[in-house]
């Protein structure tokens, strides 16, 4: 079975960073794109950042310049480095992978105060 291991959040102060890591597992191939969205409280669900498997990368315009999206297509993970956290930035943040089918992480909490 497929499965994304999220990894790496926590409660951080304003201006500081954090490394989210994601390993997919299990019979997975042929991972086109791979994903970090993020859901705030009372929000609906957004992408973060974006990036293929030839490595472009697209950000949301709200952490650009802050964040930071790369992956290994050998070992089926992704990251998203965070640098200089606002408390807006607060919410659990997914992992999302692409095929022919898309598959979830569990969601990893990021919280960050003032």
């Known amino acids: 079975q497929v499965q994304l291991e999220e990894s790496g959040g926590g409660l951080v102060q304003a201006g500081g960073s954090l490394r989210l890591s994601c390993a997919a597992s299990g019979r997975i191939f042929d991972i086109n794109v791979m994903d970090w969205y993020r859901q705030g409280p009372g929000k609906q669900r957004e992408l973060v950042a974006t990036?293929?498997?030839?490595?472009?990368?697209i950000y949301a315009d709200s952490v650009k310049g802050r964040f930071t999206i790369s992956r290994d297509n050998a070992k089926n993970t992704v990251n998203l480095q965070m640098n200089n956290l606002k408390p807006e930035d607060t919410a659990v943040y997914y992992c999302?992978?692409?095929?022919?089918?898309?598959?979830w992480g569990q969601g990893i909490q990021v919280t960050v105060s003032s």
């Open positions: 990036i293929t498997r030839g490595g472009r990368a």
């Open positions: 999302h992978a692409m095929t022919t089918i898309t598959y």
